[in-house]
């Protein structure tokens, strides 16, 4: 079964293993995301920082998935939602999106949300199915390249 639980900064080697190995898949992409170019420190030093949070799914022993956050005047933002390949299909980004929404409510942020490659439509319906809406559509560039974008939104 999955749990869930904060993650700290003494686990961030963790926290990179698991967002490197759920984002290789967009390696390829002509506009990868800057996700597999951050390094252990950086993850280290964002979380001891409180620059974010992190939530973990924890399947036995191992961090099956990861999410980071943090709550600000515009809601519980939350990105790089990762998880491992070889627990995906198993309820584990589901899981991290019911946390995060727990966080949300607790801390009063009355909005979810994030930013999506419009490209990638399993992860839109992830988030349709979740009763996040598509509130904006924009271009960001990428090492020269325009990557469609949306911003998906949840009222919690």
Known sequence: ?????????????????VTQAAYRVYAQDTAP?????????????????GNFEVIGAT??????GCVR????????????LSVHPDFQGLGVAGRLLSA?????????AG?????????IARNVALYERRG???VDKHTVVRNGVEVPTGTMEKRV
């Open 69 to 80: 956050f943090r709550v600000t005047e515009r809601g519980l933002y939350f990105f790089r």
């Open 33 to 49: 995301s800057a996700a597999l170019f951050e390094t252990q420190a950086e993850v280290y030093r964002g979380m001891a920082s």
């Open 100 to 108: 995060l929404e727990t966080v949300a409510q607790e801390r009063r």
């Open 59 to 64: 399947i036995g022993e191992a961090l099956a």
């Open 111 to 119: 909005k979810m949300w994030c930013q999506v490659r419009l490209r």
């Open 1 to 17: 079964s999955v749990s869930v639980a904060p993650v700290f900064a003494d686990n961030a080697a963790h926290v990179h293993a």
């Open 132 to 134: 996040f809406a598509l």
